[in-house]
């Protein structure tokens, strides 16, 4: 299960990044902002997902020394607060755009500042976990076996407590709080308005089609971040220091559903991009000619299609005539 969500987050957030890099019409704002959730998402796929299955459900041990438990832990609190980060940037941008559309919007190098701010903003708040994240052998079977497991260690159980708080609050709830605002906001204005005049049957109508389509697809978005990685950090935040619940048996099982619910938020993006939005789909079959061509030189017969047409199977939806 967690092969799938590897290979598949590699491929599409890997497609999602060509795609904006590669065409001239996907280089706009909200598509910058998408191509730094993607990256992120790699981050998280290349750096969280081997690593953390492996110690946690298979070997029940940290095998990876301590330089890789300090990169680890960072990493899925980088990729996790970057996502966070960019979703709030592009409802704060959307919100600009569509309730205040007499101002000048955000333009190409301003949004890469924006998203340059995310990534150290990101980095700031990640950083205690870097410097807490530490080997212990905590029972007498760790010390016995000597295997190491990776955590966190505090000189200060407040401080950690305290920073356990900040954190939720600067992943989920602040960012959620926001986003939920702003987008009820901007669904009252895109549904709820008509455009005056005689125009709204045919360009008004168009705009606010291509608008309502741009909202629902951030939307889901968000509603998938937010489905995905709450149970986690819920149970983090209440189990992590009972004892109780690390002895139940039903512990792992319940932990593997939480964790591999997270971790496959990495390749949910992009299958959302694909079919709620026809720029990417074009994208993607691009890519997908492009694969196709490159199997056939190589293999100098049908045989390359063939296996190159497999592999994008994945991404074909119904068009549609999305202008964003």
Request: proline content about 5%; charged content about 15%.
């Amino acid at each position: 299960m967690y092969g799938v969500i590897f290979v598949a987050a590699l491929l599409g957030n890997g497609l999602v990044c060509y795609v904006v890099q590669t065409s001239p019409r996907m280089k706009t704002v909200t598509n910058f902002f998408i191509a730094n959730l993607a990256v992120g998402d790699i981050m998280m796929t290349l750096f969280c997902i081997p690593f953390s299955f492996v110690s946690m459900l298979i070997l029940r041990y940290w095998p990876f020394g301590g330089v890789m438990c300090k990169i680890v832990n960072f990493s899925q609190a980088v990729s996790v607060l970057v996502s966070a980060y960019t979703l709030l940037a592009i409802s704060v941008d959307r919100y600009i755009v569509i309730m205040q559309p007499l101002k000048p919007r955000l333009g190409k190098t301003a949004a890469k500042v924006v998203i340059l701010c995310v990534w150290i903003g990101a980095t700031i708040t990640a950083v205690p976990i870097f410097v807490a994240s530490e080997l212990q052998r905590p029972t007498l079977f760790h010390e016995v076996c000597q295997r190491d497991i990776c955590t966190e260690i505090w000189t200060n159980p407040d401080d950690k407590k305290l920073y356990t708080c900040a954190l939720l609050a600067l992943q989920f709830a602040l960012p959620l709080t926001v986003l939920i605002c702003t987008y009820v906001r901007i669904a009252y204005v895109v549904w709820g308005v008509r455009p005056p005049g005689e125009a709204e049957l045919n360009r008004d109508s168009r705009i606010q089609h291509s608008k309502r389509k741009m909202i629902k697809m951030m939307v889901t978005v968000i509603a998938v971040f937010t489905i995905c990685w709450l149970p986690l950090n819920m149970l983090w935040s209440a189990h992590e220091d009972d004892i109780e619940w690390a002895m139940w048996p039903g512990m792992p099982y319940v932990w593997f559903a939480a964790h591999w619910l997270a971790m496959s938020h990495c390749c949910y993006n992009p299958v959302i991009y694909c079919y709620m939005n026809s720029r990417y789909r074009l994208g993607f079959q691009k890519a997908k000619r492009m694969t196709s061509c490159a199997h056939q030189r190589s293999s100098g017969g049908m045989e390359g299609i063939q296996m190159g047409g497999n592999i994008f199977l994945f991404i074909v939806a119904k068009p549609d005539h999305d202008s964003l």
